[in-house]
């Protein structure tokens, strides 16, 4: 492995050589260009002090992400406490979009016509599926990304956000009916 | 029997939770009978794999800190050099 250049600890050369990375990875879970330039600048900050370097671009980039996770999730947690709670009920629900009176399907589901797997190859497909969830309401936004983008499980996402189980179903569930709809009309369905 | 509307409720909540038995009966009867159903829940576990790629992808879309942005942080930076 090669010595560690000098300049590879240089903040200024992480900036140009990460930054742009890293906010896009944040702002695909934040939603907001102001929150995604914080959390960069805390995630570079909170690297800086940690005083560690690396052999490899590549390698810097990992654990840059990886600390980036965590502020992601810190800020998210954050955000949900510092905005009042609406009324699950009165939440934007997709349901009626879909469902008819007797709770039949209005607007029937028709198969993806395509490998999930192989699509994730193409840029475009990414693009909007992230522009899909950006679409989500905010609090939908932040329970779906800790959730699904995150990975964090049930019992975290009710705790952190201070929901009960049975609404986070139900708010998942409206995440997920929009993102299918909008995957279906955006990109499954501009297809065929 | 269960409407659509309810079973299509119950696949999102099998996605984040082990449901109860009796829910689980259910879901599984509707869906044999159901092709629309089917073709929903299909789509929720696509959606689900696709997520689980996404989520892994360093650079998920191209987005460029602004001039402004990328100084600010320098100068942070440097402050706490």
Wanted: some cysteine; hydrophobic content about 35%; proline content about 4%.
């Amino acid at each position: 492995m090669a010595e560690v250049s000098p300049t590879e600890l240089d903040p200024e050369v992480w900036v140009d050589e990460h930054g742009d990375a890293l906010y896009s990875y944040a702002l695909s879970r934040l939603n907001n260009p102001a929150s995604a330039e914080d959390v960069v600048q805390e995630t570079l900050l909170a690297a800086l002090k940690s005083g560690k370097s690396f052999s490899g671009r590549s390698s810097a980039r990992t654990w840059l992400i990886g600390i980036l996770r965590h502020k992601i999730v810190d800020l998210i947690r954050k955000e949900s406490r510092e905005q009042p709670h609406e009324e699950i009920e009165t939440a934007e629900s997709p349901e009626e979009e879909f469902f008819d009176r007797k709770g039949r399907w209005g607007i029937k589901p028709v198969e993806w016509q395509v490998n999930p797997g192989k699509i994730l190859e193409q840029k475009e497909f990414m693009a909007v599926l992230f522009q899909c969830m950006e679409h989500l309401p905010d609090r939908l936004h932040r329970l779906f990304v800790l959730r699904e983008l995150e990975d964090q499980d049930s019992d975290f996402v009710c705790k952190e956000l201070g929901i009960t189980p049975t609404n986070l179903w139900v708010m998942l569930h409206r995440a997920r009916m929009r993102l299918r709809g909008c995957l279906t009309e955006n990109w499954f369905g501009a297809n065929e | 029997m269960r409407t659509c509307k309810e079973i299509s409720k119950l696949v999102s909540e099998s996605l984040d939770r082990e449901l109860p038995l009796r829910e689980r009966m259910a879901m599984r009867l509707h869906l044999m009978m159901c092709s629309l159903c089917r073709t929903y829940s299909h789509q929720m576990r696509q959606l689900r794999s696709v997520l689980k790629k996404a989520s892994d992808v360093e650079t998920p879309t191209e987005q460029t800190l602004s001039e402004e942005a990328r100084l600010r942080i320098k100068q942070a930076l440097k402050k706490e050099e």
